[in-house]
């Protein structure tokens, strides 16, 4: 969904909490509290002056995250009622496993269908019936569909004409882990990887050495602490230094906090087996 957050019609947030048997003190407490807030911008230097939103749950707010399940709740149901009347054919996978039509999470959604064309059809039509009653927005340059590899090029055409969607392939990325099929391959988790590096970086530079805050421009602070010449910084930052070599050592104690005798541990550790 694009800004899922920002596009909640109202109204259809109260109804969707009337259906559910919420009393009308809460539902009316509810309404209060996402429709009686003002905005402010901030642009150049100068306030806007105050404003009223239409639409949308404020992001950050606790109680969002869970007013906006309700509201996706309702496209959940329509979903398995029209797989019960047979409006949509869902993806049978093998005989004896349970038939999954769909999986959502906040604003992510996977569908599982058998690709005839009445079941597409029904699809797009409960999304487009869904996107205006709740006002969400189905986010097309990132939505995409999976065919089988013995798929014809004229489907997957049918199929992008009835969708808009492109065709994908697996592996894809789904709440932040690779979906795939068959035996598990090393480079399937490499987008995976690659955050856990950069949270890993994060937190690094706040042990960075004065040598690898150098690296990352912050001259100012060697001035400071080993009074540097200003005139000698310019060499120094032309110099090609390698970072890599440079990376923090993690320390052997549970709160990860620096001493002497965890540093002499770790290397009195690896240099014996060196031997």
């Given at each position: 969904?694009?800004?899922?957050?920002?596009?909640?019609?109202?109204?259809?947030?109260?109804?969707?909490?009337?259906?559910?048997?919420?009393?009308?003190?809460?539902?009316?407490?509810?309404?209060?509290?996402?429709?009686?807030?003002?905005?402010?911008?901030?642009?150049?230097?100068?306030?806007?002056?105050?404003?009223?939103?239409?639409?949308?749950?404020?992001?950050?707010?606790?109680?969002?995250?869970?007013?906006?399940?309700?509201?996706?709740?309702?496209?959940?149901?329509?979903?398995?009622?029209?797989?019960?009347?047979?409006?949509?054919?869902?993806?049978?996978?093998?005989?004896?496993?349970?038939?999954?039509?769909?999986?959502?999470?906040?604003?992510?959604?996977?569908?599982?269908?058998?690709?005839?064309?009445?079941?597409?059809?029904?699809?797009?039509?409960?999304?487009?019936?869904?996107?205006r009653a709740a006002g969400q927005?189905?986010?097309?340059?990132?939505?995409?569909?999976?065919?089988?590899?013995?798929?014809?090029?004229?489907?997957?055409?049918?199929?992008?004409?009835?969708?808009?969607?492109?065709?994908?392939?697996?592996?894809?990325?789904?709440?932040?882990?690779?979906?795939?099929?068959?035996?598990?391959?090393?480079?399937?988790?490499?987008?995976?990887?690659?955050?856990?590096?950069?949270?890993?970086?994060?937190?690094?530079?706040?042990?960075?050495?004065?040598?690898?805050?150098?690296?990352?421009?912050?001259?100012?602070?060697?001035?400071?602490?080993?009074?540097?010449?200003?005139?000698?910084?310019p060499a120094i930052t032309m110099?090609?230094?390698?970072?890599?070599?440079?990376?923090?050592?993690?320390?052997?104690?549970?709160?990860?906090?620096?001493?002497?005798?965890?540093?002499?541990?770790?290397?009195?550790?690896?240099?014996?087996?060196?031997?």
């Amino acid at each position: 969904m694009e800004k899922a957050f920002d596009r909640i019609e109202w109204n259809f947030l109260t109804e969707v909490l009337r259906r559910f048997g919420f009393t009308d003190e809460f539902i009316d407490l509810v309404d209060a509290c996402i429709r009686e807030n003002h905005f402010s911008l901030l642009v150049n230097s100068t306030s806007t002056p105050f404003f009223t939103a239409t639409r949308g749950l404020r992001q950050g707010d606790p109680l969002s995250p869970t007013l906006f399940i309700l509201v996706e709740e309702a496209l959940s149901r329509t979903l398995s009622r029209a797989v019960t009347r047979g409006l949509i054919q869902p993806y049978h996978s093998k005989r004896g496993c349970p038939i999954i039509s769909h999986s959502l999470f906040a604003d992510d959604a996977i569908l599982f269908l058998n690709g005839c064309e009445t079941s597409i059809k029904g699809l797009m039509t409960i999304i487009s019936s869904y996107e205006r009653a709740a006002g969400q927005l189905v986010n097309a340059s990132k939505s995409s569909f999976i065919v089988a590899s013995s798929a014809t090029i004229s489907t997957i055409r049918r199929i992008q004409n009835l969708t808009g969607f492109s065709c994908g392939h697996l592996p894809f990325d789904y709440l932040g882990c690779p979906i795939f099929l068959g035996r598990t391959r090393v480079h399937y988790f490499d987008s995976l990887l690659c955050k856990l590096r950069k949270k890993l970086d994060g937190w690094k530079l706040q042990l960075l050495s004065s040598r690898a805050q150098l690296l990352q421009g912050d001259t100012r602070l060697l001035i400071e602490r080993h009074g540097l010449p200003s005139d000698l910084l310019p060499a120094i930052t032309m110099t090609e230094m390698s970072f890599t070599e440079d990376q923090p050592i993690w320390t052997l104690t549970i709160d990860g906090s620096f001493s002497c005798s965890s540093s002499w541990e770790h290397f009195r550790n690896r240099s014996l087996k060196t031997f």
